[in-house]
């Protein structure tokens, strides 16, 4: 079975452009969330999405959007970036909250963005 | 606000050797706890899911331990080999936080020298 997938790996984008990055879940996981990790850090909070919905957002400026898919496929949307902005952005997914075991994440390889 | 603190924040051990990874958390009404590993540039891989209402899990030479009362809990890798060096991060999800969120510690860099 595929695992999480994230696209693209790697991303070079100039201050003041915008950026789309793609993440499929694993197969039956309707739960995804967004995180981003800066080098020497953990992995900061995001976004995270459940059947379409946003059900929990990190503190991240209004610059950063995201949305889940039918298909429960996600996007992660940053405008107007900036420097600081550079980090490995990770996807996780998840099956439906409500059991334990459902509160697993898996993630995928993340997406490298260098801004310039 | 939940606090996810990882000691040591590297560390070096020779071939062979049994070691223990620690991961502390200020706020005890957690769902559960995971270990990660993290090779360099890449993403995570789910090591072991301890549930609130556990003690221990195992995997391999992987066991996690949970003291939930004292916001504590170790990795504990048996017979350690060089393909085990990569980073070690913990994270916690909060009972009382709806967005299901995993917060993170700062991960420990293990190296095992051949």
């Known amino acids: 079975d595929a695992g999480v997938t994230q696209s693209p790996t790697h991303l070079i984008k100039t201050r003041g452009q915008q950026v789309t990055l793609r993440c499929s879940p694993i197969s039956g996981h309707k739960s995804v969330s967004w995180y981003q990790q800066v080098l020497g850090q953990g992995p900061q909070f995001i976004f995270q999405y459940y059947e379409k919905e946003e059900r929990g957002r990190g503190n991240f400026p209004d610059r950063f959007s995201a949305r889940q898919f039918p298909n429960y496929s996600s996007e992660l949307n940053v405008n107007a970036l900036l420097l600081g902005d550079s980090a490995l952005y990770l996807c996780a997914s998840s099956l439906t909250p409500g059991t334990p075991d459902a509160f697993e994440a898996f993630f995928g390889q993340g997406t490298r963005l260098t801004v310039v | 606000k939940q606090e996810v603190t990882q000691i040591p924040a590297a560390l070096s051990v020779p071939e062979g050797e049994n070691l223990v990874l620690n991961c502390s958390f200020t706020?005890?009404?957690?769902?559960?706890l995971q270990w990660f590993r993290q090779d360099p540039g890449k993403g995570l891989t789910s090591l072991l899911l301890i549930q609130s209402s556990q003690r221990e899990q195992t995997s391999g030479r992987l066991n996690a331990s949970l003291d939930k009362s004292s916001g504590r809990s170790t990795l504990y890798i048996a017979a350690s080999q060089p393909g085990d060096s990569a980073t070690y991060l913990c994270?916690?999800?909060?009972?009382?936080?709806?967005?299901?969120?995993?917060?993170f510690g700062s991960g420990t860099r293990l190296l095992v020298r051949p």
């Open positions: 706020d005890s009404a957690i769902y559960n």
């Open positions: 994270a916690v999800r909060g009972v009382m936080d709806s967005s299901y969120k995993l917060i």
